[in-house]
């Protein structure tokens, strides 16, 4: 069995003299990055950062490969956590989890977590000091009142952990990105009731494969889809899948749709160098005014002023 050591280099950011620029911060960042021997079969790599901004004052990602057998015993302190489980099983306070979950800890709340002996977990994890908690808290109570919920993509999040901790320099970012870092991840968390909890007649083998079916069906097909294509790619009525649809998932399937453009718009608008044309042409808007409108309607402002808040200026290809 081999285990990673690594020390932290220190990289300082000083803040900014211009008021105006009051997102402009000013991060303390600690990474051991460039030390980890990532041939390692066990071993961690995070980066930590903090900032002068009491809602967001530290700020933690990594990824875990857990070493079998291991106990983790301790208190959060004044931090939460976010585990996403990748691969593997344990339990956290006795409770069993397995890949394809997530569970949070609380601020101090003592916990304890145990790695399976003979199929050790793997983990991409955020950590979080400051009154911003309060927020993600609300967001996670609006999935569940349980701890551990289940995730999607769980390949799409590790390839997303492994750009935000070896290509991405986030000490060059503002609060506002490491903000929109979090609610990407907690866009991969599941309602425990959306895909198996179906109120009866619903809960049965044959409505979770509809809906899961629709649901990738809407992923594939992002820029044409509509409520008729979903219905005739599981070989039903429409309004008789629409009410199977809203029955499973608490929502209209034309809401779901929407819901999904605007997440893939606004991954594109943070995480891309495409012009808002472009990404509302790709999800299928052909009016600027509709697209920023249900824009505005899921996160509070239009497209343009989500990408100056946000200063993506992740370094991309240049375009000819």
């Known amino acids: 069995m081999k285990f990673a050591h690594y020390d932290y280099k220190c990289i300082y950011y000083e803040p900014s003299n211009d008021p105006s620029k009051k997102h402009d911060t000013k991060f303390f960042i600690s990474s051991n990055r460039a030390e980890i021997n990532l041939g390692l079969e066990y071993h961690s790599s995070l980066i930590s950062i903090y900032t002068d901004d009491n809602e967001f004052e530290h700020f933690k990602l990594g990824v875990d490969f857990s070493p079998p057998g291991s106990v983790l015993e301790g208190r959060c302190e004044d931090r939460m956590y976010l585990n996403f489980i990748i691969k593997g099983k344990g339990r956290v306070n006795g409770v069993p989890f397995s890949e394809g979950q997530f569970y949070y ?41 349980k701890n551990i919920m289940p995730l999607e993509s769980r390949s799409d999040i ?88 809203i029955k499973a998932m608490g929502l209209r399937p034309l809401d779901y749709i929407i819901d999904c453009k605007m997440k893939w718009a606004r991954n594109s608008l943070v995480n891309s160098d495409l012009s808002i044309t472009e990404i509302m042409e790709a999800i299928g808007y052909d009016h600027r005014n509709g697209f920023t409108i249900a824009f505005k309607k899921k996160y509070g402002c239009p497209p343009a002023e989500y990408r100056r808040k946000t200063k993506n200026n992740i370094t991309k290809p240049t375009r000819n």
């Open 105 to 145: 800890t609380l601020p101090m709340q003592t916990h304890t977590v145990e790695t399976d002996s003979n199929d050790p977990f793997v983990s991409a994890w955020i950590s979080v000091k400051g009154t911003y908690i309060n927020y993600i808290l609300d967001e996670l109570n609006k999935k569940s009142e």
């Open 158 to 245: 590790m390839k997303l952990t492994k750009m935000f901790l070896y290509q991405i320099n986030l000490g060059e970012k503002t609060t506002l990105y490491l903000k929109s870092v979090i609610d990407i991840y907690l866009s991969y968390i599941h309602n425990p009731n959306s895909d198996s909890d179906y109120p009866e007649p619903y809960y049965t083998d044959k409505i979770a494969k509809v809906i899961r079916e629709s649901k990738k069906y809407v992923k594939n097909n992002l820029k044409t889809v509509t409520v008729a294509d979903m219905a005739a790619d599981q070989h039903y009525d429409t309004k008789y899948f629409s009410q199977i649809f």
